[in-house]
Nanobody, 115 residues
Framework: QVQLVESGGGLVQAGGSLRLSCVAS????????MGWYRQAPGKQRELVAV???????DYGSSVKGRFAISRGNAKNTVILQMNSLRPEDTGVYYC?????????WGQGTQVTVSS
């Protein structure tokens, strides 16, 4: 059974940093792409960052220059380093990956940035 499990959310003051991790379990290979999305209360889910199998990355415009996505030492792991956090970064952060033609989502981890 394939699962994406996130960890690392929490409460931080504006200007602080958090590091999110996501592990894809139930597979013996690395997904072609892995990414992070977020959803703030009353807003649509939006792209935060995505990384391809070749290491190429793409970021949402609001996080460019502050967030960095990378693969973990285990290739089925993805890391999101979030720096210079702002109150508007508050939301539930979801890990996502297409695996064998099916889109999988994690359960989400809450990130709260206080002003």
């Amino acid at each position: 059974q394939v699962q994406l499990v996130e960890s690392g959310g929490g409460l931080v003051q504006a200007g602080g940093s958090l590091r999110l991790s996501c592990v894809a379990s139930g597979i013996s290979f690395s997904p072609d792409a892995m990414g992070w999305y977020r959803q703030a209360p009353g807003k649509q889910r939006e792209l935060v960052a995505v990384i391809g199998s070749d290491g190429s990355t793409d970021y949402g415009s609001s996080v460019k220059g502050r967030f960095a996505i990378s693969r973990g030492n285990a290739k089925n792991t993805v890391i999101l380093q979030m720096n210079s956090l702002r109150p508007e970064d508050t939301g539930v952060y979801y890990c996502a990956a297409p695996i064998e033609g099916i889109g999988y989502w994690g359960q989400g981890t809450q990130v709260t940035v206080s002003s």
